[in-house]
C-alpha cells in the first residue's frame, strides 16, 4: 500500500468514525468531518497533508500525489 491509499483510507475511516460518533453521541462530532474534508481539500491544491508525513516515517511507499 503507498502514502495515497493510505491516505484515502485514512480519511474515509475517520468521516465513518465521526459519522457514528455524530448519531450516538454528539453532533459536534460533524466538526472531525468538516476538518477532514478542508485538510484533503487543502492537501489537494497545497500537495501537503500531516498525515502523509506520518504514513510515510511509518515506511509506507511514496505514491502519486505525495511523494
Known amino acids: ?3 495515497d ?3 484515502f ?3 474515509g475511516t475517520m468521516v465513518l468514525l465521526s459519522a457514528v460518533l455524530t448519531y450516538f ?5 460533524l466538526l472531525l468531518t468538516a476538518f ?3 485538510n484533503l481539500l ?3 491544491f497545497t500537495g501537503f497533508c500531516p498525515a ?4 510515510r516515517k511509518l515506511g509506507f511507499q511514496a505514491g502519486c500525489a505525495f511523494k
Open 42 to 44: 487543502q492537501s489537494a
Open 36 to 38: 477532514v474534508g478542508l
Open 25 to 29: 453521541v454528539s453532533p459536534l462530532w
Open 5 to 7: 491509499r493510505a491516505m
Open 52 to 55: 502523509a508525513l506520518v504514513f
Open 9 to 11: 483510507a485514512f480519511a
Open 1 to 3: 500500500m503507498n502514502i
